[in-house]
């Protein structure tokens, strides 16, 4: 057994480690900051909070840095409302209503410098999306297919905001059956 696969079997066969719902049994005097009444409820007051953190010089200053580094708005946004979470100092509903305000003021500071920046990561459909569309997928299309695809007769596009009722065909009228004559 390598030592890692050792260090793994020591860890795992340990008994020094919590019990699944362990932390749901904590007596009430050694609560998490999480666990007790936010201290900032109000969406405006946590705002000038989180503005006046953004205007302290250490935070501002490395605030900046890791946007000129290229860090995108909304990580560093997640990074304070988190703290702010942990801490005790909101409540989970009140960090998802503030992260875009957040986003916001970060963007305005960012701008007042001249700075270049990035609010949000692109997900994986996005990059795919815009491989699509740059023609980065073509690249790998073999040639057989892609003169098929030229020479393909497509069918022609209709509008949407085309009234539908004129492609369709006139249904012959059916004299009425003995039956509903009644």
């Known amino acids: 057994m390598s030592e890692l696969d050792q260090d ?8 020094r480690r919590p019990t699944a719902g362990e932390s749901l049994t904590r007596s009430p005097e050694n609560q998490y900051a999480w666990e007790q009444p936010p201290v900032i409820t109000d969406p405006i007051e946590a705002s000038r909070f989180f503005f ?16 000129e580094e290229g860090t995108p708005l909304m990580d560093i946004a997640q990074v304070f409302m988190y703290q702010a979470f942990t801490e005790g100092l909101i409540n989970p509903d009140l960090m998802m209503t503030l992260v875009e305000q957040v986003v916001y003021m970060i963007a305005a ?4 410098q001249g700075l270049d920046f990035i609010i949000q990561r692109d997900d994986e459909e996005d990059i795919e999306e815009e491989m699509m569309t740059t023609g ?14 030229e020479e393909a007769e497509l069918p022609e596009r209709t509008s949407l905001l085309e009234d539908p009722r004129q492609d369709v065909p006139e249904v012959e009228q059916q004299p009425p059956s003995l039956l509903g004559a009644r």
């Open 109 to 112: 500071l960012a701008e007042r």
């Open 136 to 149: 980065q997928f073509t690249e790998n299309i073999p040639e057989e297919i892609t003169e098929q695809l």
């Open 52 to 67: 006046s953190k953004l205007l302290e010089p250490q935070v501002y200053n490395s605030v900046l840095d890791s946007v």
């Open 8 to 15: 793994f079997y020591k860890i795992g066969t340990s008994f």
